[in-house]
């Protein structure tokens, strides 16, 4: 089985001159833990003495792979890969991690077919409910893993959703005071509703949640984009502020707009079997080289043939 090797080269600026490896690493986000690792696999003296214009080689070595069993027959779609990260469109009716009931239909499981060869540790970084279809962020290694994890503490990994509620959510007006008022359903796109309050999980429930003012703070941005009166249905576009578990679904539900066909909170069939949620784009700066990148994946054939 083939080792996981990232490596880096490094050039030392003037201002690292006479300084320590170990702090020209920090500096570059590498964790303690990670500094530790790289110390005891490549025997490196983390106390050397650096010089400008000098060269560091970094090789981060993993041997460790995770115990998920490959499913070469699960369908997904690879949007983007390289050496740090994969950006895959995940169907819905997927889980992200096997679960219990869930030992070999998840991405987890796919992806493990996908790196059989190797030596893998599966590191998702952004997570999707089991029905909620779409982008979904994965780190290659232990380097770009510490980078995510501080980009998602911080904020900086921002994720939008499209989703499909019942109702027209113009109606919605009353929420913020501030929102013009429009005479024309065609002008009303990009309507702008805030929903911040807080969420917890329901007692006695181990996925269930609900708004309530004991609850971790939760803010989404909505956007109306279009209504679709003969079937009562509006598509509406969601900016996350926030990343608490089933934070759309319970929001909009909470406002009087809840996704369609949510098994949880909105059981409603008639147009779709499963919540009507899509995480449609993505927008991050690379780990390595802080390059803004965006990612976009399309409505699913099941919401579009509602709105089509």
Same mark, same amino acid.
């Given at each position: 089985?083939e ?7 490094y ?5 690292f001159?006479?300084?320590?490896l170990?702090?020209f690493l /920090?500096?570059q986000?590498?964790s303690n833990e ?6 005891n696999?490549?025997g490196?003296?983390?106390f ?7 060269d560091?080689?970094i090789e981060?070595?993993?041997n460790e ?8 027959k699960?369908?997904?779609e690879?949007? @983007? ?13 997927m889980?992200i991690?096997p ?22 540790? @599966?590191r998702?970084?952004?997570r999707?409910d ?7 962020l994965? *780190?290659?290694n ?8 501080e980009h ?7 994720? /939008? ?5 019942k109702?027209?959510? @113009?109606n919605?007006?009353h929420?913020?005071p ?5 005479n024309?359903?065609? &002008?009303? *796109?990009d309507?702008?509703i805030?929903?911040d309050?807080?969420?917890k999980?329901?007692d006695?429930s181990t ?5 309530a003012?004991?609850?971790d703070?939760?803010i989404?941005?909505?956007f109306?984009l279009?209504? @679709?009166?003969?079937? &009562? ?12 578990t089933?934070?759309?679904r ?28 899509? /995480? ?8 390595i080289t ?5 990612f976009d994946?399309?409505?699913?054939? &099941? ?6």
């Open positions: 089985m080792n996981n090797v990232r490596k880096l080269i050039f030392i600026p003037k201002s001159d006479g300084k320590y170990k702090d /920090s500096a986000g590498y990670l500094i530790k690792h790289i110390k696999t490549l490196l003296d983390m050397r003495i650096l010089h400008a214009g000098e560091i080689k981060i070595i993993e792979k995770s115990d998920i069993e490959p499913n070469d699960l369908k997904y690879i949007i @983007y890969e390289d050496e740090d990260m994969m950006i895959v469109n995940k169907p819905a009716d889980p991690h679960s219990q009931g869930n030992h070999t239909n998840t991405l987890g499981n796919a992806l493990a077919s996908h790196f059989k060869n190797q030596n893998f540790v @599966y998702p970084i952004t999707l089991r029905d909620t279809s779409g982008v979904c994965i *780190a290659k232990k380097f770009s893993a510490s980078i995510f994890a998602i503490s911080k904020n900086l990994i921002k994720r /939008s959703y499209l989703g499909i509620v109702g027209n959510v @113009y919605a007006l929420i913020n501030n929102l013009k008022e429009f024309n359903l065609n &002008d009303m *796109a309507l702008e805030v929903v309050t807080p969420i999980r329901v006695d996925i269930e949640r609900c708004v003012p004991d609850g703070k939760a989404t941005k909505v109306g279009k209504y @679709y009166e003969k079937k &009562d249905l509006s598509l509406c576009k969601f900016i996350l502020l926030t990343g608490r089933h934070q759309i319970v929001h909009m539900r909470h406002i009087g707009f809840p996704i369609i066909g949510d098994f949880l909170y909105n059981p409603d069939y008639t147009y779709i079997k499963r919540q009507a949620l899509h /995480s449609s784009e993505l927008l991050m700066n690379h780990p802080h390059e803004m990148m965006r994946a399309k409505l699913p054939d &099941d919401m579009n043939e509602i709105i089509r």
